[in-house]
């Protein structure tokens, strides 16, 4: 990957992102205590005991990805009452051992339904596209998260194939490619 700057700051009518920070634990640890919002993370497998030690590793992860250029989760912040209404964000992964470029996105269960995860991924791939940092932009997102498809299907995502992701849990992985 070429040399870049992951900006923050980014915005769109009624959202604007800002890198994380350790301030952020508290608030994001409340997504961490709905089962339903979490249900298709793989948490367990972290061995860590508390909604404030999830989010502090979730943190702790994204601000190692910024520094090693590798993107990271943003915040997102509702413009209109400055609440911090979920994460979203580019992520280098590696999929069937090739190197991509996702779009991650987790709302706080009470901002479902306003239509902040569509609109916040969609800043994001264009981002993406307008920077030339990727020539497509994928999701990995398990089967049985309707919601999380239907966020990807609305910026035009559809499903390339189904492969084995962490734990070997099946997943699709969506994708949009850039258009000329």
Same mark, same amino acid.
């Given at each position: ?46 061995? &860590? ?8 590793? *979730?943190?702790? =992860?994204?601000?190692? @990805?910024? /520094? $090693? ?63 030339? &940092? ?8 398990? *089967?049985?998260? =309707?919601?999380?498809? @239907?966020? /990807? $299907? ?27």
């Amino acid at each position: 990957m070429t040399n870049y700057i992951y900006e923050d700051n980014l915005q769109t009518e009624r959202l604007r992102t800002r890198m994380l920070t350790e301030d952020d634990i508290p608030v994001l640890s409340e997504f961490f205590e709905d089962k339903e919002a979490t249900q298709f993370l793989f948490l367990e497998s972290l061995g &860590l005991n508390s909604n404030l030690e999830i989010s502090a590793h *979730l943190i702790k =992860k994204q601000m190692e @990805r910024y /520094a $090693e250029h590798r993107f990271g989760l943003q915040a997102i912040i509702d413009k209109r009452t400055n609440h911090f209404v979920g994460i979203c964000g580019l992520l280098t992964q590696h999929v069937d051992g090739i190197k991509e470029t996702e779009v991650g996105y987790h709302m706080i269960k009470k901002y479902w339904g306003q239509g902040f995860a569509p609109e916040a991924a969609k800043l994001f791939i264009d981002y993406a596209f307008a920077n030339n &940092l990727a020539d497509s932009v994928i999701s990995v997102i398990d *089967l049985g998260n =309707k919601k999380s498809q @239907r966020v /990807a $299907e609305k910026n035009g995502l559809t499903i390339d194939k189904q492969t084995k992701w962490v734990n070997n849990d099946d997943v699709y992985i969506y994708r949009i490619s850039k258009q000329s």
